[in-house]
């Protein structure tokens, strides 16, 4: 993971006896150490101060002559200031009305009680920015703190080049660092970090302790590799240990896309034994999972029968249940819930609408897609993104491309960003209208916008140009597809379309698809395999047509005669 290297981390690189030290001596407290000997100033000139700052808008065109007497310079006022104001965002901004003011610099007191506020506020942009702003390097626990804080923020980038920098200088973080590192990793789904950080932990002599453990549990789920942090699992149980929460929900989950329901079932009943119980986000996991597996009808009992055993189940639950049933066309049962949580004084947000919309568009009616869409726009939820992809993908399926591009070219008169998933729905709509030309400018307009095609945007224009055969412009998007690195997802592209090229001659195209094949171990059909094999053999190709054997015999397939009279060796 490359990072460019904050100002902090600049500052951190120059020799500083104030962040190499020992962690287990005190901290100096450096707002005492300068002012010992400073007379306080009257709390009420101090309260008068933040008050006027809280209260006036424009207060710096006023503050000298509110205060004619005060010395705004006064370093022992100043931290008075800055320890009685609650709101720290309005301490920066007296601090930039300072230097504007007098060239003011604020001394180490200062900055520390400053920069230790919006890190405790959780104010980690603002926290940037004063270092940046100051140049202020903080003690040891000041960048601990302030890495917890830029973890908790999501800011992981962040955190990690000054944990970094902090390893580069010798400094080894407390254990509670390290783990708000790991977290904030799994969370973005970096296990690669995540094995990196552990490593060095494990040179450094770190004890590990349970927020660890569950950090590489959820690392494994990540990474699908459920039964190995399954494993780790049952050791810290068998070492008296407890897995957190998030971890018990986490492996729940995977069981139940791993189809391993026995697993899934001890699990809770592990949950329940150790006295971490499984709660409504727990369910959520389980119906939201079953229904990834095609198991609404599982995920629909389960859904029912925590309401009878008195569970409230919430908006979010709602509408995952509300989407399973749409994917699999129950309407009806859908509509039934969505009515029901509205009696019970929950009312459905822009999620919740999207999904009864799509389930509209699942089962082909349109008219009530457009009606519902009414309501939401009444409601001010149709102006945005997935509103938007929404309706035009469900238009453009059912021949209502027209409407669909009036919806399209709105969204950029009411500043909604079109994204990748908006063109490529309007490009297959033109190409089902035979739109070729419309469609065929969405998708150089998208490439010039910077955003990156998908298979989705090129399959449809191809197959159309193949279907007049225009062979010349299919091969320069096929060459335009290969050197954006888009890969040929059979759901976009047809195999028939990549067998028939390679007969016309490009057998580029059957040599990609037979690497993007390999690569994600699909299984394309039988009769797909044999007929590239065949023209792979006809231009004399037969290293790469025993690679395409060799996959289709992994996969199970039994050569034909037909096959069986082509030679590859």
Same mark, same amino acid.
């Given at each position: 993971? &490359?990072?460019?290297?904050?100002s902090?981390?600049q %500052?951190?690189?120059?020799?500083?006896?104030?962040?190499?030290q020992?962690?287990k001596?005190?901290?100096?407290n450096?707002?005492h150490d300068?002012?010992?000997?400073?007379?306080?100033?009257?709390?009420?000139?101090?309260?008068q101060?933040?008050?006027? /700052?809280?209260?006036?808008?424009?207060w710096?065109?006023?503050l000298? *002559?509110?205060f004619?007497n005060?010395?705004f310079?006064?370093?022992?006022?100043?931290?008075?200031?800055?320890t009685?104001?609650?709101?720290?965002?309005?301490?920066?901004?007296?601090l930039?009305?300072l230097?504007s003011?007098f060239? !003011?610099?604020?001394?180490?007191?200062?900055?520390?009680?400053?920069?230790?506020?919006?890190v405790?506020?959780?104010?980690?942009?603002?926290a940037?920015?004063?270092?940046?702003?100051?140049?202020?390097?903080?003690?040891?626990?000041?960048?601990?703190?302030?890495?917890?804080?830029?973890c908790?923020?999501?800011?992981?980038?962040?955190?990690?080049?000054?944990?970094?920098?902090? *390893?580069?200088?010798?400094?080894?973080?407390l254990?509670?660092?390290?783990n708000c590192? %790991?977290?904030?990793?799994?969370k973005?789904g970096?296990t690669d970090v995540?094995w990196r950080l552990?490593?060095?932990?494990?040179?450094l002599?770190v004890?590990?302790?349970?927020h660890?453990?569950?950090?590489l549990i959820q &690392?494994?789920?990540?990474?699908?590799?459920?039964?190995?942090? $399954?494993?780790?699992?049952?050791?810290?149980?068998?070492d008296?240990?407890?897995?957190?929460?998030?971890?018990f929900?986490?492996?729940?989950?995977?069981?139940?896309?791993?189809?391993?329901?026995?697993? +899934?079932?001890?699990?809770?009943?592990?949950?329940?034994?150790?006295?971490?119980?499984?709660?409504? !986000?727990?369910?959520?996991?389980?119906?939201h999972?079953?229904?990834?597996?095609?198991?609404?009808?599982?995920?629909?009992r389960?859904?029912?029968?925590?309401k009878?055993?008195?569970?409230?189940?919430d908006?979010?639950?709602?509408?995952?249940?509300?989407?399973g049933?749409?994917?699999?066309?129950?309407l009806?049962?859908a509509?039934?819930?969505?009515f029901?949580m509205i009696?019970?004084?929950i009312?459905?947000?822009?999620?919740? $609408?999207?999904?009864l919309l799509?389930? !509209?568009?699942?089962?082909s009616?349109?008219?009530n897609a457009?009606?519902?869409?009414?309501?939401?726009?009444?409601?001010?939820?149709?102006?945005?993104?997935?509103? $938007?992809?929404?309706? /035009?993908?469900?238009?453009?399926?059912h021949g209502?491309?027209?409407?669909? $591009?009036q919806?399209?070219?709105?969204?950029?008169r009411?500043n909604? *960003?079109?994204?990748?998933?908006?063109y490529?729905s309007?490009?297959?709509?033109?190409?089902?209208?035979?739109?070729l030309?419309?469609?065929?400018?969405?998708l150089?307009?998208?490439?010039?916008?910077?955003?990156?095609?998908?298979s989705?945007s090129?399959?449809p224009?191809?197959?159309k140009?193949?279907?007049?055969?225009? /062979?010349?412009?299919?091969?320069?998007?096929?060459?335009? +597809?290969?050197e954006k690195? @888009?890969e040929?997802?059979?759901?976009?592209?047809?195999?028939?379309?990549?067998?028939?090229?390679s007969?016309?001659?490009?057998?580029t195209?059957g040599?990609y698809?037979l &690497?993007y094949? @390999?690569?994600?171990?699909?299984i394309?059909?039988?009769e797909?395999?044999?007929?590239l094999?065949?023209v792979?053999?006809?231009?004399?190709?037969?290293?790469?047509?025993?690679?395409?054997?060799?996959h289709m015999f992994?996969?199970?397939y039994?050569?034909?005669?037909r096959?069986? &009279?082509?030679?590859?060796?």
């Amino acid at each position: 993971m &490359a990072r460019t290297p904050s100002s902090l981390t600049q %500052l951190l690189r120059r020799p500083s006896s104030i962040i190499i030290q020992n962690p287990k001596q005190p901290i100096r407290n450096i707002a005492h150490d300068n002012n010992e000997d400073k007379p306080l100033h009257s709390t009420d000139i101090v309260n008068q101060i933040c008050a006027t /700052i809280k209260s006036k808008p424009r207060w710096e065109n006023t503050l000298l *002559s509110d205060f004619p007497n005060v010395s705004f310079l006064d370093s022992t006022l100043l931290n008075q200031v800055f320890t009685h104001q609650k709101n720290v965002l309005f301490s920066i901004r007296l601090l930039h009305w300072l230097r504007s003011q007098f060239g !003011y610099s604020p001394d180490q007191s200062t900055c520390c009680l400053i920069f230790n506020s919006l890190v405790e506020h959780k104010a980690a942009n603002a926290a940037k920015g004063f270092l940046e702003f100051t140049k202020f390097v903080p003690d040891r626990a000041g960048i601990e703190s302030y890495v917890r804080c830029l973890c908790e923020s999501g800011m992981v980038e962040d955190a990690l080049q000054v944990f970094d920098e902090m *390893s580069k200088r010798g400094v080894c973080p407390l254990l509670e660092t390290w783990n708000c590192v %790991l977290q904030g990793c799994v969370k973005d789904g970096c296990t690669d970090v995540v094995w990196r950080l552990y490593g060095e932990m494990m040179e450094l002599g770190v004890d590990v302790d349970v927020h660890t453990v569950d950090c590489l549990i959820q &690392a494994f789920c990540l990474e699908k590799n459920v039964s190995k942090g $399954y494993e780790l699992f049952r050791q810290m149980l068998d070492d008296g240990f407890v897995p957190n929460k998030v971890c018990f929900d986490k492996l729940v989950f995977e069981f139940i896309l791993d189809r391993k329901y026995s697993r +899934m079932s001890a699990l809770l009943h592990i949950m329940i034994a150790k006295g971490v119980n499984p709660d409504i !986000y727990t369910y959520q996991q389980v119906i939201h999972a079953l229904c990834l597996r095609r198991m609404q009808r599982e995920g629909l009992r389960i859904f029912n029968d925590l309401k009878d055993r008195g569970y409230a189940p919430d908006r979010i639950m709602y509408t995952t249940m509300i989407h399973g049933l749409c994917k699999i066309k129950w309407l009806g049962e859908a509509r039934k819930l969505w009515f029901e949580m509205i009696q019970k004084g929950i009312k459905p947000n822009i999620y919740t $609408y999207n999904t009864l919309l799509y389930g !509209y568009f699942k089962i082909s009616d349109v008219e009530n897609a457009l009606n519902l869409y009414k309501e939401m726009q009444d409601k001010g939820y149709s102006e945005t993104l997935v509103a $938007y992809n929404t309706m /035009i993908s469900g238009l453009c399926s059912h021949g209502r491309t027209t409407l669909a $591009y009036q919806l399209f070219n709105q969204m950029s008169r009411n500043n909604v *960003s079109k994204d990748v998933v908006t063109y490529n729905s309007m490009i297959r709509g033109f190409c089902n209208d035979d739109k070729l030309t419309e469609g065929l400018n969405l998708l150089r307009e998208l490439v010039d916008h910077g955003l990156q095609p998908s298979s989705a945007s090129y399959g449809p224009l191809i197959e159309k140009l193949y279907g007049m055969k225009r /062979i010349d412009e299919v091969k320069t998007l096929w060459n335009e +597809m290969q050197e954006k690195g @888009v890969e040929p997802a059979s759901v976009c592209i047809n195999d028939d379309v990549v067998i028939g090229l390679s007969n016309e001659g490009y057998v580029t195209a059957g040599i990609y698809w037979l &690497a993007y094949t @390999v690569k994600n171990r699909f299984i394309p059909r039988q009769e797909t395999f044999e007929n590239l094999i065949g023209v792979l053999s006809q231009k004399d190709m037969l290293d790469v047509g025993q690679i395409a054997l060799g996959h289709m015999f992994k996969i199970g397939y039994i050569p034909s005669f037909r096959l069986d &009279a082509v030679s590859l060796t």
